[in-house]
């Protein structure tokens, strides 16, 4: 608290201003108002989306302003959104954690490793997974102070084309900008019928702070977050029951990715219920009994912790006047075209909060094409190659259309395939599970999707996406060297494979 900052304009703002009697404060807050900062651009959100858009901004010399509302449990202000506070990194830091104490328990032994009793301390657990956060986030302060973007907390809303109300406690100020980018992100979708009670039925940031392993779990919704968090409890030892209305397992997967998985994650103790349709949670005693539906009828499931993982909805909570006139699209997502602009002049929208996978990455490459539109320079973002990845063990990632996808749009494909198992490093690490699976035009040979299954599968996507960038043809990837051993032999040999003339494996 009490801290002063010079704007980019020159004006001299303050927080400290409860620390005058009442009737100076009103007027030292009117003042504030009418004495608006000016910015070449606002971000609102510092999110991944956000925080990159502004540091861009600020990069190609814009004067830029990026406003933030969220605060840590100790109610400090903390940049990096819902992806560093509750999502891709703490719940990597926990499958990490979990996935060495799965080793130790049912690997290590392979390797003539033996160790008996080993036992995991959730709340160091815990306490390192914080430490990840809070050194990322305070990394974000960091960059903005390096690369001169004013870091503001508080509510923001736009009020006018130009002016953005900021609130923070009792406090308000203006700040006006030529243009505005909205990075505002989503929220978890509660269900009616389940409400959370922070305890028992939470989200997925609760599932990120249980202070004991629950000893029954279950999970709504065996989608990406669903999957990821009921592994992560599993491996510590929960018993965990994932609900899914769906009757397909991961439908956005390529069948054959999705068929492995599902087997592989049964096999692993992931108890998965599909077409269970959820009615219902009531709370007895310690416990939840939850009432779901399939095509067997009518079931109870009794667990000690709940996590609701059915999806994320936009934020827009008071963010803007109506009549502003920023467009909403029927399921919530602020309305943007292509380049990100909203039906305002001057006024972007990007990340989670506007149509597209909801995904980091996504956000944050949108953040940097709307900057370099700000600054008068062409962008765009190529929406085609956007990979996907999902942190079970095995991993999967993928990037383009599934082979159903292609078969329903009359696409005329090859395919080729290549098991992990065939590979000399996979032996090795002892994790030979999966597949790389690569589909190319029949005609021109350009890659159209890769759909991988195995261990490090996050990391061997990137290969595929500066690939498929370049327009890359399957002969192209069979062409360039990989070095030995690797994982990445499994991407080389697939591309081989397209054309039959994989090397350590019948074509
Ligand atoms: P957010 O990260 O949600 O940030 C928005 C920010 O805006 C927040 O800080 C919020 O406080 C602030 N804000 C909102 N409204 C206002 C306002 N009016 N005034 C001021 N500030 C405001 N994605 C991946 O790509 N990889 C993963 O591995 C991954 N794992 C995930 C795991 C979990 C458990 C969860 C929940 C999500 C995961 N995601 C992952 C999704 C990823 O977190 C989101 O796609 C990403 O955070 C979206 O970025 P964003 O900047 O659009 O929004
Ligand atoms: P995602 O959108 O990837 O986060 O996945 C959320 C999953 O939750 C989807 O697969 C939905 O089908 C599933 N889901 C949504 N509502 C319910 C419900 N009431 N019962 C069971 N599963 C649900």
Redesign the pocket.
């Known amino acids: 608290m009490g801290s002063r900052r010079r704007s980019q304009s020159g004006l001299v703002t303050t927080n400290k201003l409860w620390t005058y009697p009442r009737f100076i404060q009103s007027i030292l807050q009117i003042g504030l108002i009418i004495m608006s900062e000016k910015y070449d651009v606002v971000v609102?959100?510092?999110?991944?989306?956000?925080?990159?858009a502004a540091i861009r901004c600020a990069q190609l010399g814009l004067s830029t302003a990026c406003?933030?509302?969220?605060t840590d449990d100790h109610g400090k202000p903390?940049?990096?959104?819902?992806?560093?506070?509750?999502?891709?990194?703490?719940?990597?830091a926990l499958l990490d954690s979990s996935e060495h104490f799965h080793r130790v328990s049912h690997e290590f032994q392979n390797h003539g490793i033996q160790i008996k009793d080993a036992s995991m301390d959730i709340k160091k657990m815990l306490a390192r997974k914080d430490k990840i956060v809070a050194t990322l986030t305070q990394g974000i302060q960091g960059l903005f102070k390096h690369n001169g973007v004013i870091n503001l907390h508080?509510?923001?809303?736009v009020i006018g084309k130009e002016t953005i109300e900021?609130t923070d406690g009792k406090q308000k100020r203006t700040a006006q900008a030529a243009s505005i980018v909205l990075?505002?992100?989503?929220?978890?979708i509660e269900l009616p019928i389940v409400p959370f009670d922070g305890t028992r039925i939470v989200?997925?940031?609760g599932?990120?702070e249980f202070q004991r392993i629950p000893k029954r779990l279950g999970v709504i919704g065996a989608g990406?977050?669903g999957l990821?968090?009921g592994s992560v409890w599993q491996r510590l030892g929960s018993q965990v029951v994932i609900l899914e209305a769906l009757t397909t397992f991961l439908p956005a997967v390529d069948r054959q990715i999705a068929t492995d998985a599902e087997r592989l994650f049964r096999q692993q103790g992931l108890d998965i219920r599909l077409g269970a349709n959820v009615t219902g949670a009531q709370q007895s005693g310690k416990s939840v009994s939850v009432s779901y539906s399939d095509n067997g009828g009518d079931h109870q499931l009794k667990v000690d912790r709940l996590v609701v993982?059915v999806g994320?909805r936009p934020?827009?909570?008071?963010?803007f006047d109506d009549r502003v006139g920023i467009e909403l699209d029927d399921r919530g997502y602020i309305k943007v075209d292509d380049e990100c602009r909203t039906s305002v002049p001057g006024v972007y929208a990007?990340?989670?909060?506007?149509r597209g996978?909801?995904?980091?990455?996504?956000?944050?490459e949108e953040?940097l094409c709307v900057a370099d539109l700000i600054a008068g320079h062409s962008a765009h973002v190529n929406y085609e190659v956007i990979p996907w990845?999902i942190?079970t063990d095995p991993e999967i990632a993928w990037i383009g259309p599934t082979e159903q996808q292609l078969k329903r749009q009359g696409i005329p494909y090859r395919a080729g395939m290549f098991p992990f198992a065939a590979t000399g490093r996979a032996l090795a690490i002892d994790n030979t599970a999966g597949r790389v699976k690569m589909l190319a035009h029949e005609q021109t040979d350009q890659v159209l999707s890769v759909h991988i299954l195995g261990s490090q599968a996050?990391e061997l996507i990137a290969e595929v996406v500066v690939a498929m960038e370049f327009s890359a043809s399957a002969e192209d990837i069979a062409r360039t060297v990989h070095a030995h051993p690797t994982l990445s032999e499994a991407v080389h040999e697939a591309a081989l494979s397209v054309h039959k003339r994989a090397i350590h494996r019948a074509n």
Request: hydrophobic residues 40%; charged residues 15%; glycine residues 16%.
């Open positions: 609102i959100g510092a999110g991944p989306a956000g925080y990159v406003i933030d509302e969220w903390s940049l990096g959104g819902t992806c560093l506070n509750v999502g891709c990194i703490p719940s990597k508080g509510h923001a809303r900021i990075a505002t992100g989503s929220r978890p989200d997925s940031s599932a990120l990406v977050i990821e968090l993982a994320r934020y827009t909570e008071a963010l990007i990340g989670d909060v506007v996978p909801m995904l980091a990455h996504k956000g944050s953040g990845v942190y996050s």
